[in-house]
């Protein structure tokens, strides 16, 4: 499986592969030329409830515990299995605007699709 966590805003990669914006909102000041975003699946993004308390301070761990649960709906269940098809035929990139990859929903949806 190959999947992989970038930032939207750095350039398209010729190895990017199916570029999948992973965020609810529109990166600021991005344009859709520019972000070159192959699908743009919002039923995988964390709800806006989720999304603004781990904003205002919410634990990493208790932010992962409740995006899981949100994931086990069925939309998203079977956009995440979408998701494990298209990344074993292809390169997967998933796209978001954090500046913190690496502790963001991103992270989550990855280690998801990997395991």
Partial sequence: MSLRVR???????ADDGLRVLVDRLWPRGLTKDAARVDEWPKALTPSD???TWYHAGGSYEEFRSRY??????????????GLRGAARGKRVTLLTASRTPQQSHAQVLLELLQG
Avoid: F, I, K, Q
């Fill in 7 to 13: 930032r939207v805003y750095e350039p398209p990669e």
């Fill in 68 to 81: 899981e649960a949100e994931l086990d709906a069925p939309e998203a269940a079977g956009l995440l299995d």
């Fill in 49 to 51: 409830e989720l999304r």
